[in-house]
């Protein structure tokens, strides 16, 4: 039986089928950059929990979650405001077994959401592949593979920058590598 994976985003649980992954993978041209990488990886990151990172976080509280199935480890991390328990942030890192699995995770994401968002590609900012979003109401998102990491981030208040946030996770992923530059 296939692992059916969901999202939730305000208030509704978001599904997919194979023709919504099908359907992603032709919008993003997967077949031309898929295994791709910036960097020859001799070997996979190893799961790990997710890098402290610089944030504003006066009295925020967070929660930390994992998900584990044959396929890929996965690590939540949320914060919250104190005040009014909204969330403000959702850093999801998905552990897969390759680069190519990883990338897929990045367009089985892009498949589970029900509206098709204007990302921009802005390879260069962070790992191998990177999509972003910005939206007027403070919600931000920007999602990367690096070697064999998934990462999804989402901000939804102006006073924090996914776009930060992602160029720390990127080096500490970067860094796990056993083919980080430097080593």
């Known amino acids: 039986m296939k692992k059916l994976v969901g999202i939730i985003l305000a208030g509704t649980l978001l599904c997919h089928g194979d023709e919504f992954l099908d359907d992603a993978m032709e919008r993003y041209d997967f077949?031309?950059?898929?295994?791709?990488?910036?960097?020859?990886?001799?070997?996979?990151?190893?799961?790990?929990?997710?890098?402290?990172?610089?944030?504003?976080?006066n009295g925020m509280s967070t929660f930390a979650k994992f998900m584990?199935?044959?396929?890929y480890q996965e690590k939540d991390l949320l914060i919250f405001s104190p005040s009014n328990k909204i969330q403000l942030l959702e850093i999801k890192m998905c552990f897969?077994?390759?680069?190519?699995?990883?990338?897929?995770?990045?367009?089985?994401?892009?498949?589970?959401i029900?509206?098709?968002?204007?990302?921009?590609?802005?390879?260069?900012?962070?790992?191998d592949r990177c999509y972003c979003l910005t939206l007027s109401n403070g919600?931000?998102?920007?999602?990367?593979?690096r070697?064999?990491?998934?990462?999804?981030?989402a901000t939804y208040t102006n006073s924090l920058s996914a776009f930060d946030i992602a160029v720390q996770l990127d080096s500490?992923?970067?860094?796990?590598?056993?083919?980080?530059?430097?080593?």
Not at 68 to 71: N, Y
Not at 114 to 127: D, E, F, I
Not at 147 to 153: A, G, K, Q
């Open 31 to 57: 077949a031309s950059w898929a295994g791709t990488t910036n960097a020859a990886y001799v070997s996979a990151v190893p799961m790990m929990d997710v890098p402290t990172i610089s944030l504003p976080t």
């Open 139 to 145: 919600f931000s998102c920007v999602e990367f593979t």
């Open 68 to 71: 584990s199935d044959s396929e």
């Open 96 to 112: 897969a077994t390759n680069v190519l699995s990883a990338q897929t995770a990045l367009m089985q994401h892009f498949a589970d």
């Open 172 to 183: 500490a992923i970067l860094n796990a590598s056993t083919n980080a530059p430097g080593r």
């Open 114 to 127: 029900p509206l098709v968002r204007q990302y921009s590609v802005t390879n260069g900012l962070a790992g």
């Open 147 to 153: 070697n064999n990491v998934f990462v999804d981030i």
